[in-house]
């Protein structure tokens, strides 16, 4: 079955410098890989999301890129802000194949210091 | 609130219950999903439902029993067989043509 990987689990930066997360996934036919954003007490809500055909994509500070062959994809977040703060999960499922269920990677807590 | 509820929002159950979650959904969502969260684990799905009527075990089903009777609505039993039962149960929708999953605000249940 897919198996998601995410590094590193705690990352601290200072407020306006860059956040660069990754995941890493085993199982090549998973073609959609989201992001999600995690508040304190709350509930995951998705930020980006990137599909198999496309290798990046842009909102505004938040950037995801795709490498297939390498089978890893990364978040980036540009000027971080307190309110970045937050556990951030990567997650990767094969829709259209057999099943249409996420994979997890195990969070991300990220910590911008003002 | 997101058009999928979870009820309760804390939840203490006491050792050999059976307790029951509840996840309900107005977005006409086909698939539905039970996840729980523990400290550095992650989410580790539990059982999801792609149709009414059906289902299937994630990967720690063990202890835990679903229904899906009604396309809006998928609760979550935590029986006395899991020994381990404390932590923040997720349930999500997705409207498959649209990828993403829409989360509930979890119900964090604790044995005591």
């Known amino acids: 079955g897919e198996n998601v990987e995410q590094h590193p689990s705690t990352l601290s930066v200072q407020e306006g410098d860059s956040a660069v997360i990754k995941c890493t996934y085993s199982?090549?036919?998973?073609?959609?890989f989201p992001w999600y954003k995690q508040e304190l007490g709350k509930r995951p809500q998705l930020i980006i999301d990137i599909r198999s055909n496309v290798g990046e994509k842009k909102d505004q500070r938040i950037a995801v890129t795709l490498n297939k062959t390498a089978k890893h994809f990364s978040l980036h977040i540009t000027e971080t802000q307190p309110e970045d703060s937050a556990v951030y999960f990567c997650?990767?499922?094969?829709?259209?194949?057999?099943?249409?269920?996420?994979?997890f990677g195990t969070g991300t807590l990220l910590a911008v210091q003002p | 609130d997101g058009g999928i509820t979870q009820s309760p929002k804390y939840l203490f159950r006491k050792e050999g219950q059976n307790v029951t979650l509840s996840c309900e959904q107005n977005l006409n969502h086909d698939a539905m999903y039970w996840y729980r969260q523990d400290p550095g684990q992650g989410l580790r799905l539990i059982y999801y439902?792609?149709?009414?009527?059906?289902?299937q075990k994630g990967d720690i089903a063990e202890g835990y029993s679903v229904s899906r009777e009604k396309k809006e609505s998928f609760p979550l039993t935590v029986t006395s067989a899991q020994k381990n039962p404390t932590a923040f149960y997720l349930c999500?929708?997705?409207?498959?043509?649209?990828?993403?999953?829409?989360f509930g605000s979890g119900t964090r249940l604790t044995v005591v």
């Open positions: 999500a929708s997705s409207d498959t043509p649209n990828y993403g999953y829409t």
């Open positions: 439902s792609q149709i009414v009527n059906d289902f």
């Open positions: 199982d090549s036919a998973s073609n959609y």
């Open positions: 997650a990767a499922s094969d829709y259209g194949g057999a099943t249409n269920k996420l994979i």
